[in-house]
Structures are given as structure tokens and as C-alpha cells.
């Protein structure tokens, strides 16, 4: 547990200690409010359900980028050698790799509460869809920051990493507008795995253990995965 | 109980049809400073990741302190400072922050880890760059941040991977002295493929060549090995500018192998490589055969030859080269070595312009082993100081004991 602490909290730092942290926070808050607030005052509604799917959006960009060198930039680098020949186990070092990423994303999340709070001074803000608004966020944030670790796993290329990540994370996000093109058979399950399907009820308000499981079960795999191919350099 | 902190037993590696490793075996002791030797791709570092349990071994095993790479990882883990290859570091971090990372990763915190910070920055010398960016620091520092992040749990084992490649010859030596110092208590692996370095850093030395150990011995015994020594004889030309009949009476000497020119050095002069069948002493029947023969002997010397030699030969020949070198070999090597020997050349005035005393002093016992003596003929002095200059040219020059390459350069 100690161990994952140290990684996570390391990686943590790394971002603010580097650009990354900054930019990708400062376009997504920045993109985030142009794209909201634009169309805010005309909806006439105080409902926050708008910056949730724009922030959604977004997070199909941002969480690949920066989730793309965390295993990626170590084996270029060399790095991960140290920290595996350290005292800890391939699995503390996927953990703590995901979790210091988690930090970055739940900073950025946070970083958006002065939206919410602005809403809520406008009018009459009804705080439960925005309790499952962010919880929403979370769920897809743990999915796309799992895609993220397992492309960057694969390759010690920031880059192969960042658009490996960045084409499943759209497939997820794309694969249910392309519902009526698809054959019969295979519509409930594409509407299934569409992120946008579990996600829409969130912002609806509604949380459902259907929903959280789904973003569990994608982030669970996709960590394993990365353990996987982590453990895989050990036997090649 | 043995007494060994390392032992590997048959480790063999292979990456898909390419085996890496194959059955190698040995045994380190406490308080042993091994040099692990090889060309590139050998298998040196192949092996230090399996040690370190960064990679499992596709045969064989291996334990350190007692615990075993596969059933106890996290013992080995425990038991190794590490500093792999070209000194990874977390680039975007102080100096302190990082070891203070890698106190808390081996579970040290509070005042014990702030203790056992400064003991390794103290040992390291890293005091003045604690505050700084790892990325701002030279070579030589990160090196010592490698280092110091190995020593913060004061472990009893450290395999150091080319602790001193892409340093300056001061930097290295400063790295040299810090690695001899460590190692008085603690077993050290090193890999290079920096001759040197062995000869002055390690107790021992394997030396590993296609995945396969080729010699596991000290740098002097291996030296020995090598066995005979070879002669370097300076003659006077004689009028007719003949130097066939004086290499033929050369040859004829007993205990002669063979006879090569070499390019002289001054105008009226020849230059022979004697080389021996045996490892007697043949300086004084070279000395009769030019009194008989009535050629003019202007300097004879006896060389050992280098652990670089013994190293050549183990490593690009079929097996026990050090034996017998063919001669069908011996042209194509005469010419590596000499491009060997020019690169050397450059390098080594660099090298010598930075020397400290200190070096010099230890080189110095080294090459007392190497028994290099000059004979001065009783022909005129000039040339006879003439033939000792050169000798003792050679003795600074030569702080790897390259003699083979140096000679043939010459």
C-alpha cells in the first residue's frame, strides 16, 4: 500500500514538476467554459448537465494525453528498470501508476466546481444530477485513464501510446452513433459498450449499479491487462 | 551456509531464437569486487537484469543473499542496489526529492530515511547539486545520484551496469575510487568492457562472450594465462639495408616462434616482434644470436602481454585462443589493432593530460607486474638511451596494459 502511495504520489508530482499537468488542465477548463458558457445563457436553465457532456467529450482527449507516458516515457527512458528493481511488485507499480494519474484527473474535476457554483448563484440549481454528473465523470475517467495505462504499457513511444489510446477511447465513444448501420444482431451489444449509453443516464441523474459496474469491469480490464503486459518483459 | 552473496547456477536466456545466455554459472563472495567483461551483446547486462529480477532467466537460477530470483524476488530486491545501464533517473526531479523518493520505496521515512539521505550523499559526495534538477547535472553527478540511490539501504550486494561509460577520464576516476571504496564492504558486480577498469577496480573478473563464460579468474592470474611474453628487439640496419637475413637469424634462435617487422621508429633502425613458444626468459639468447650473427642490438624489451590480449583472444576466437593464435588470424588482427592502437593513441594523450599523481602511482604497481625491462646493448649510448626513452614512453603510455596494440602500432 505504501509502495503504491510512493508511485502514485511520484507521478503525481512529476505532472505539476513538468508542462503536462498545466496544459492539459488549463485547454480542458479553458475549452470546457468557452463551449459551455456559450450556450449557457441561451438554454435559460440552471443545470450544470451541459458541462458534463462537454467535459465527457473532452475527456476522450485529455486522459490519453496524459496517461500516454506513464509507462511509455519509463521504458524509453530507462527508469522503469530502477523502480521494478526496487522492492515492489508489477502489480504496486500498475496501481500506483494509475492512481497518480486519478489525482491529476479528480484535480481537474475539481478545478470545475467554480462552474458549478457559478450555475448554482444563477438560478435554482438541482444538486443531485450534478452529484451524479461528477460521478459520471469518475466512472469514465477510471475507464479511459485504464485504456490510457495499457497503450502506454505496450510501447515505449509516447506518441503510439497517446493515439493507440486515443482510437479505442472514440471507438467506445463513437460506436453507438453508428447504431442503424450496423447488422441486427449486434445493435443491443454496441449500444451496450458505448460509453455515451451508461453516461447519459448519469447525467440524467439516475446512478445505476449496471452503469458503474460497466465502467469498473472497462477499468479493471484494462489495468489487467497492463499488469499483463508489464510482467510479459520478465518471460520475452 | 556458503559463504557466496551471488550465486547463479546454469542461467540461460534466450529471446525467441537468439540465446542471450547460455549455462553460465559462478559463485560470488562477500566482500568480492567481480568484473563482469565482454564485447557488447555478450550478455553482460542480460544478466545483471536477471539478477535483479527485472527479467526471469529462461533456464537456470540464480540466488543473492540467500534468496532465490524466483521464489523470493522481493529478498533479492531487498538485498541489490542497482544502476542500470546509461543512469536512468527521474530527470524532472531535485536531486533530494528523488533519493528522498527511493528512501520511502525501500520503506524508510522520517529520520532514518533523512539519515540514511545524507550517508549516501555524504559517500557520493552529492552534497553541493542536492537542490538542483537531475537533468541540470553532468554526467559524472548522475552518475553519483545512481549510485547514491543504490547505497541509500546500504545493501549488501551492488551490480553496477557500465558504471563508467561516456565519462571523462577525471570523472571516471572519481567514480573508480568511489566504487573501490564501496566495495571494501559490501560484494560488487560491475560489468565493462573497459579493460582497465578491471585491472584496477576488481578482484576478479569474468569474462563473458556470446553468452557464454569464457574465463572466470583475477586480472593477474589471467594475465598469466595469456602465459608467454613477446620481445620487442631494435636492431641497427646494416648497409645493404637487409632485414631478411636478421629475422631470419632471429627465427633461428631456440624457443622462437615467429618474427615480425614492425614500422621503425628512427631512420637506420629495424624493429622486430619476437614472439616465444614458451614462457622462458629468451632476452639472453637473443642478445647472443646478435653477438654471433654481428648485427648491432639497439634495445631489447619484454613484454607480458595485456589482460586486453588475453580479452581479445577469449572473446573473438573459437575458444582457447590465448594458447595458440593462428596466423591466419594474426595479419587480419595486426590490422584491427593497429586502428585500435590510434584510436588509443588520441585517446590516451587526452587521457594522460588529466591525469592525477594518484593514478599515476597505482598504474605504476600495476605495471610492475608487467615486467617490462629494457637491456641496453653494448652499442653506443645514444641509441641505447635512445631504447629506453621508448621503454618508458611505453610505460606511461600504456595505463590499460594495451601493449599488444601499442607494440603493433609501432
Same mark, same amino acid.
Not at chain 2, 17 to 34: C, H, I, M, N, Y
Given at each position: 500500500?505504501?509502495?503504491?502511495?510512493?508511485? @502514485?504520489?511520484?507521478?503525481?508530482?512529476?505532472?505539476?514538476?513538468?508542462?503536462? @499537468?498545466?496544459?492539459?488542465?488549463? &485547454?480542458?477548463?479553458?475549452?470546457?467554459?468557452?463551449?459551455?458558457?456559450?450556450?449557457?445563457?441561451?438554454?435559460?436553465? @440552471?443545470? @450544470?448537465?451541459?458541462?458534463?457532456?462537454?467535459?465527457s467529450l473532452i475527456n476522450y482527449f485529455a486522459l490519453p494525453a496524459v496517461t500516454m507516458g506513464l509507462l511509455a516515457e519509463e521504458k524509453r527512458t530507462g527508469t522503469i528498470e530502477l523502480l521494478i528493481t526496487m522492492p515492489v511488485t508489477d502489480a504496486q507499480v500498475i496501481l500506483g501508476k494509475f492512481v497518480g494519474v486519478l489525482g491529476l484527473y479528480l484535480v481537474m474535476m475539481l478545478l470545475t466546481l467554480p462552474y458549478v457554483f457559478s450555475i448554482a448563484s444563477l438560478g435554482e440549481l438541482d444538486w443531485g444530477p450534478v452529484f451524479a454528473g461528477y460521478f459520471g465523470l469518475l466512472l469514465q475517467g477510471l475507464a479511459l485513464i485504464g485504456i490510457g495505462l495499457a497503450c502506454s504499457s505496450f510501447t515505449d513511444n509516447q506518441l503510439i501510446a497517446f493515439f493507440a489510446a486515443l482510437a479505442i477511447s472514440v471507438f467506445f465513444f463513437l460506436i453507438d452513433k453508428f447504431l442503424p448501420l450496423m447488422p441486427r444482431g449486434l445493435q443491443p451489444l454496441l449500444e451496450f459498450i458505448s460509453f455515451d449509453t451508461h453516461l447519459d443516464l448519469l447525467r440524467?441523474? &439516475?446512478?445505476?449499479?449496471?452503469?458503474?459496474?460497466f465502467f469498473l469491469s472497462v477499468a479493471g480490464l484494462a489495468v489487467l491487462i497492463a499488469f499483463r503486459s508489464l510482467e510479459s518483459r520478465r518471460w520475452s | 551456509m556458503s559463504n557466496a552473496?551471488?550465486?547463479?547456477?546454469? =542461467?540461460? $536466456?534466450?529471446? /525467441?531464437?537468439?540465446?542471450?545466455? #547460455?549455462?553460465?554459472?559462478?559463485?560470488?563472495?562477500?566482500?568480492?569486487?567481480?568484473?563482469?567483461?565482454?564485447?557488447?551483446?555478450? /550478455?553482460?547486462?542480460?544478466?545483471?537484469?536477471?539478477?535483479?529480477?527485472f527479467i526471469a532467466p529462461s533456464g537456470g537460477t540464480a540466488s543473492i543473499n540467500g534468496a532465490d530470483v524466483f521464489e523470493d524476488p522481493m529478498g533479492v530486491r531487498r538485498s541489490i542496489g542497482y544502476l542500470p545501464e546509461s543512469t536512468p533517473l527521474y530527470t524532472e526531479m531535485l536531486v533530494i526529492e528523488y533519493l528522498e523518493f527511493v528512501a520511502k520505496m525501500r520503506g524508510y521515512t522520517g529520520t532514518d530515511a533523512r539519515k540514511r539521505i545524507k550517508k549516501a550523499v555524504?559517500?557520493?559526495?552529492?552534497?553541493?547539486?542536492?537542490? $538542483?534538477?537531475?537533468?541540470?547535472?553532468? #554526467?559524472?553527478?548522475?552518475?553519483?545520484? /545512481?549510485?547514491?540511490q543504490a547505497l541509500v539501504h546500504e545493501p549488501p550486494v551492488l551490480i553496477l551496469d557500465e558504471p563508467m561509460s561516456g565519462l571523462d577520464p577525471n570523472q571516471a576516476q572519481e567514480i573508480r575510487e568511489l566504487i $573501490?571504496?564501496?566495495?571494501?564492504?559490501?560484494?560488487?558486480?560491475? !560489468?565493462?568492457?573497459?579493460?582497465?577498469?578491471?585491472?584496477?577496480?576488481?578482484?576478479?573478473? =569474468?569474462?563473458?562472450?556470446? /553468452?557464454?563464460?569464457?574465463?572466470?579468474? +583475477?586480472?593477474?592470474?589471467?594475465?598469466?594465462?595469456?602465459?608467454?611474453?613477446?620481445?620487442?628487439?631494435?636492431?641497427?640496419?646494416?648497409d645493404e639495408g637487409d632485414d631478411k637475413r636478421i629475422r631470419d637469424l632471429l627465427g633461428k634462435v631456440e624457443g622462437v616462434d615467429r618474427v615480425r617487422p614492425r614500422t621503425a621508429d628512427a631512420k637506420g633502425e629495424l624493429i622486430f616482434a619476437v614472439s616465444p613458444s614458451s614462457s622462458d626468459d629468451l632476452r639472453r639468447e637473443l642478445f647472443q644470436a646478435a653477438v654471433d650473427g654481428g648485427f648491432v642490438l639497439l634495445g631489447l624489451e619484454k613484454k607480458s602481454e595485456g589482460l586486453d590480449a588475453v580479452f581479445r583472444d577469449l572473446t573473438t576466437g573459437e575458444g582457447d585462443a590465448p594458447k595458440k593464435r593462428s596466423k591466419k588470424k594474426a595479419s587480419a588482427e595486426d590490422k584491427k589493432a593497429e586502428a585500435r592502437a590510434k584510436k588509443k593513441a588520441r585517446d590516451e594523450? $587526452? #587521457?594522460?593530460? %588529466?591525469?592525477?599523481?594518484?593514478?599515476?602511482?597505482?598504474?605504476?604497481? =600495476?605495471?610492475?607486474?608487467?615486467?617490462?625491462? !629494457?637491456?641496453?646493448?653494448? +652499442?653506443?649510448?645514444?641509441?641505447?638511451?635512445?631504447?629506453?626513452?621508448?621503454?618508458?614512453?611505453?610505460?606511461? %603510455?600504456?595505463?590499460?596494459?594495451d601493449d599488444d596494440s601499442e607494440k603493433e602500432k609501432k
Open positions: 500500500m505504501t509502495n503504491i502511495r510512493t508511485i @502514485a504520489g511520484r507521478q503525481f508530482r512529476s505532472y505539476f514538476n513538468g508542462p503536462i @499537468a498545466y496544459i492539459v488542465v488549463a &485547454v480542458t477548463l479553458l475549452v470546457l467554459g468557452f463551449l459551455f458558457w456559450q450556450t449557457f445563457f441561451l438554454q435559460q436553465r @440552471a443545470t @450544470a448537465r451541459e458541462m458534463f457532456n462537454y467535459f440524467r441523474g &439516475v446512478i445505476a449499479v449496471r452503469d458503474t459496474l | 552473496m551471488i550465486e547463479a547456477r546454469d =542461467l540461460s $536466456k534466450s529471446y /525467441g531464437q537468439v540465446d542471450a545466455l #547460455k549455462d553460465v554459472s559462478f559463485e560470488v563472495s562477500r566482500g568480492e569486487v567481480l568484473g563482469f567483461l565482454g564485447p557488447n551483446g555478450a /550478455g553482460k547486462t542480460t544478466t545483471m537484469k536477471i539478477l535483479t529480477c555524504e559517500q557520493t559526495s552529492l552534497g553541493e547539486v542536492i537542490a $538542483k534538477e537531475i537533468r541540470q547535472l553532468s #554526467k559524472g553527478f548522475r552518475q553519483r545520484v /545512481g549510485l547514491a $573501490k571504496e564501496i566495495g571494501r564492504e559490501r560484494t560488487v558486480i560491475l !560489468s565493462t568492457h573497459d579493460l582497465g577498469e578491471v585491472q584496477v577496480t576488481c578482484d576478479r573478473v =569474468l569474462i563473458i562472450s556470446k /553468452g557464454k563464460l569464457v574465463a572466470d579468474d +583475477s586480472p593477474e592470474e589471467l594475465r598469466e594465462r595469456s602465459g608467454k611474453a613477446s620481445y620487442r628487439v631494435t636492431v641497427a640496419e646494416d594523450a $587526452k #587521457k594522460k593530460a %588529466d591525469e592525477d599523481e594518484d593514478e599515476a602511482e597505482e598504474e605504476d604497481e =600495476l605495471e610492475s607486474q608487467e615486467d617490462e625491462t !629494457s637491456t641496453d646493448s653494448d +652499442s653506443d649510448d645514444d641509441s641505447a638511451s635512445d631504447s629506453s626513452d621508448d621503454a618508458s614512453d611505453d610505460d606511461s %603510455d600504456d595505463d590499460d596494459s
